[in-house]
């Protein structure tokens, strides 16, 4: 597939508008090749991930944390070594940072759909759209299962064709360019499209998410069941400790400074807590704070970042590269 064909496919799936202001999702280095039928994705862009990465033969390498965040020289250290080992394989890297941590419905809310949280909502609104309705005259009728292909798609809501041949669509503004062009595939041509926006359904795109469990859990029952969830042996937790467990809020990675718009939850979980902050929660209002790793929480969202990936993209082989976590624990008995 060629090359900018599978980068459509990414930024659909992590919309770059959808990145947070400070941030440098997108392209960190232009590759030579043109075409790609590896990709691999993993979390970091360390040598040793890279290298793992284009030694399978990936012309792609996606990650979620960026390479840089402001321009600098290639001087020494790992950024050079990466640079040198996609530039000998002519390779493309790119990152899916807060632009994945923001897509509505992607993997970075896997926490929410493996507790089944109910009434679900964003913690920190960023983006907000609503879909289009797009009209085009179709000289014959439309068939059945185009119609059914075309609806199926993500992003559709409906398609429908009146009697003088109009056809209707109402469609998620990211996903409008690829059903375009099945359009313009199945008719022949492009037709002359008639765009209009809508004022609702309204899609609110942002970090973190707070909602309900189905039923609510003792503490120390809900502690185990994360722990299942994120394989961690250890979960530090500060802040008061509520004695049932019913309304959750999370954010992946270094989300601590969410907490405050967790009010009302009765636990946060979020990674890379820090001591004045769990000094902080101790205060009267604040919420219970669980430490689940920054690590743990990410490393699990670009596993099924890369099968959804891999779904999105026909003849192209995705790979999910796994990655180390840099923090090693010693227990002793004191």
């Known amino acids: 597939m060629e090359i900018q064909a599978v980068l459509k496919n990414v930024r659909w799936l992590a919309p770059e508008e959808l990145q947070s202001g400070w941030d440098n999702s997108g392209v960190q280095v232009s590759g030579v090749a043109d075409k790609a039928d590896k990709?691999?994705?993993?979390?970091?862009?360390?040598?040793?991930?890279?290298?793992?990465?284009?030694?399978?033969?990936?012309?792609?390498?996606?990650?979620?944390?960026?390479?840089?965040?402001?321009?600098?020289?290639?001087?020494g250290g790992a950024y050079l070594d990466v640079l040198r080992a996609l530039i000998r394989a002519d390779a493309w890297l790119y990152a899916a940072h807060t632009s994945l941590d923001s897509a509505p419905e992607g993997p970075a809310f896997w926490l929410g759909d493996d507790?089944?949280?109910?009434?679900?909502?964003?913690?920190?609104?960023?983006?907000?759209?609503?879909?289009?309705?797009?009209?085009?005259?179709?000289?014959?009728?439309?068939?059945?299962?185009?119609?059914?292909?075309?609806?199926?798609?993500?992003?559709?809501?409906?398609?429908?064709?009146?009697?003088?041949?109009?056809?209707?669509?109402?469609?998620?503004?990211?996903?409008?360019?690829?059903?375009a062009e099945a359009i313009a595939f199945g008719q022949g041509e492009r037709p002359e499209f008639y765009v209009r926006e809508l004022v609702e359904p309204r899609t609110v795109a942002g970090l973190g998410e707070?909602?309900?469990?189905?039923?609510?859990?003792a503490f120390d029952d809900f502690l185990q069941r994360l722990h299942g969830l994120t394989g961690r042996r250890y979960l530090p937790h500060c802040g008061p400790r509520p004695e049932m467990v019913r309304t959750v809020a999370y954010c992946g990675g270094s989300g601590s400074s969410l907490a405050h718009r967790a009010a009302g939850a009765d636990v946060f979980i979020t990674g890379d807590m820090k001591y004045h902050p769990a000094v902080d929660a101790g205060t009267e209002g604040s919420v219970c704070i669980i430490d689940a790793g920054h690590f743990s929480i990410e490393e699990e969202m670009m596993r099924r970042f890369a099968a959804e990936l891999?779904?999105?993209?026909?003849?192209?082989?995705?790979?999910?590269?796994?990655?180390?976590?840099?923090?090693?624990?010693?227990v002793a008995e004191i």
């Open 310 to 330: 891999g779904a999105a993209l026909e003849g192209v082989e995705v790979r999910f590269f796994p990655g180390d976590d840099p923090f090693r624990w010693s």
């Open 39 to 75: 990709v691999a994705v993993t979390l970091e862009p360390t040598p040793e991930a890279v290298t793992r990465c284009l030694e399978w033969g990936a012309s792609l390498v996606v990650t979620h944390h960026p390479l840089y965040m402001k321009p600098k020289a290639p001087t």
């Open 210 to 217: 707070m909602g309900e469990l189905p039923e609510e859990l």
């Open 115 to 179: 507790l089944d949280l109910q009434n679900r909502r964003v913690l920190e609104p960023g983006t907000v759209t609503t879909p289009i309705e797009v009209s085009f005259y179709a000289p014959t009728p439309l068939g059945r299962e185009d119609g059914e292909r075309w609806a199926d798609r993500d992003g559709v809501h409906s398609v429908s064709q009146s009697a003088a041949g109009e056809v209707r669509l109402i469609v998620e503004r990211d996903a409008w360019p690829f059903v």
